[in-house]
């Protein structure tokens, strides 16, 4: 079994920061890209920022400039520093992972709980 679990949402001020963080644990032999999606209320879940293995980044243009994606491999986790944030980044965040797991060929994609960020004066 594999296992995503997300930390660091909550209720911020416009122009303030958050760092969100996505461990992923289990049985996990590698992982390839990892990223951030969010869905806000009535709207498709889009990808906001995701990382290679090699560590090569790739930003949604509504976050550029204002968002970074960093992950440690080591820790199988990776993080979203989001700072100037604005009251149109309020959503469900969700981690996504590519994994390998354990015993098998096949890579397949898994998803976190999603944790909720919600920017407001």
């Known amino acids: 079994q594999v296992q995503l679990v997300e930390s660091g949402g909550g209720l911020v001020q416009p122009g303030g920061s958050l760092r969100l963080s996505c461990a992923a644990s289990g049985s996990i032999f590698s992982i390839n890209a990892m990223g951030w999606y969010r869905q806000a209320p009535g709207k498709q879940r889009e990808l906001v920022a995701g990382?290679?293995?090699?560590?090569?980044?790739n930003y949604a243009d509504s976050v550029k400039g204002r968002f970074t994606i960093s992950r440690d491999n080591a820790k199988n986790t990776v993080y979203l520093q989001m700072n100037s944030l604005k009251p149109e980044d309020t959503a469900v965040y969700y981690c996504?992972?590519?994994?390998?797991?354990?015993?098998?060929?096949?890579?397949?994609?898994?998803w976190g709980q999603g944790t909720q960020v919600t920017v407001s004066s």
């Open positions: 990382i290679a293995s090699s560590g090569s980044t």
């Open positions: 996504n992972a590519r994994i390998l797991q354990i015993g098998t060929v096949t890579w397949r994609d898994y």
